[in-house]
T-cell receptor
Framework: DTGVSQNPRHKITKRGQNVTFRCDPISEHNRLYWYRQTLGQGPEFLTYFQNEAQLEKSRLLSDRFSAERPKGSFSTLEIQRTEQGDSAMYLC???????????????FGPGTRLTVL | GNSVTQMEGPVTLSEEAFLTINCTYTATGYPSLFWYVQYPGEGLQLLLKATKADDKGSNKGFEATYRKETTSFHLEKGSVQVSDSAVYFCALSDVTNTGNQFYFGTGTSLTVIP
């Protein structure tokens, strides 16, 4: 198992363009999370999938953001009409619901760094 | 609501010094508590965790004890090494109706000098 992978690792785009990021979770992990991290801050929760169902969305997730996990495996995060304030590191994490606890551990990918010019 | 507060950095220590990074939390339920570490150029890695009061998490010489009475989860290491230089994040996990959500602190940057 190679862990959580994210592509691309870096993305530079012009304001107003659309961007899409991909996350491949650890195989057999049924939960997948997206976070945003800005410089000097901890990760902020964006959204969460259990299998293919998107179960929670943060208020941080404006209508320009959309996430999918069509087959319950990889996930994509799309940002439409990017703004300079979208510049951040976008992190993906996956986890597996344990039999005896909800308190599962999340394993993080390396992130995609987005720069909006 | 849920939140995590950790001591601000940056922290600079000499090799073999004692490390403490303070973390306190606010939670409505009974969260699990975590320390994650982010080495330069790498993703977040789980360092240790504790799932209930008085539990002690430990890994790679680091320890943290879940203190419900003081709502704290301070990270300690008796003798730091240069390779411990990284950013450390305290986090809590809270159960929601549909799963669990993580709340992270702002991170504490540690630099260990030889």
């Amino acid at each position: 198992d190679t862990g959580v992978s994210q592509n691309p690792r870096h993305k530079i785009t012009k304001r107003g363009q659309n961007v899409t990021f991909r996350c491949d979770p650890i195989s057999e992990h049924n939960r997948l999370y997206w976070y945003r991290q800005t410089l000097g801050q901890g990760p902020e929760f964006l959204t969460y999938f259990q299998n293919e169902a998107q179960l929670e969305k943060s208020r941080l997730l404006s209508d320009r953001f959309s996430a999918e996990r069509p087959k319950g495996s990889f996930s994509t995060l799309e940002i439409q009409r990017t703004e300079q304030g979208d510049s951040a590191m976008y992190l993906c994490a996956s986890s597996s619901e344990t039999r005896d606890s909800w308190m599962d551990t999340q394993y993080f990918g390396p992130g995609t760094r987005l720069t909006v010019l | 609501g849920n939140s995590v507060t950790q001591m601000e950095g940056p922290v600079t220590l000499s090799e073999e010094a004692f490390l403490t990074i303070n973390c306190t939390y606010t939670a409505t339920g009974y969260p699990s508590l975590f320390w994650y570490v982010q080495y330069p150029g790498e993703g977040l890695q789980l360092l240790l965790k504790a799932t209930k009061a008085d539990d002690k998490g430990s890994n790679k010489g680091f320890e943290a004890t879940y203190r419900k009475e003081t709502t704290s989860f301070h990270l300690e290491k008796g003798s730091v090494q240069v390779s411990d230089s990284a950013v450390y994040f305290c986090a809590l996990s809270d159960v929601t109706n549909t799963g669990n959500q993580f709340y992270f602190g702002t991170g504490t940057s540690l630099t260990v000098i030889p």
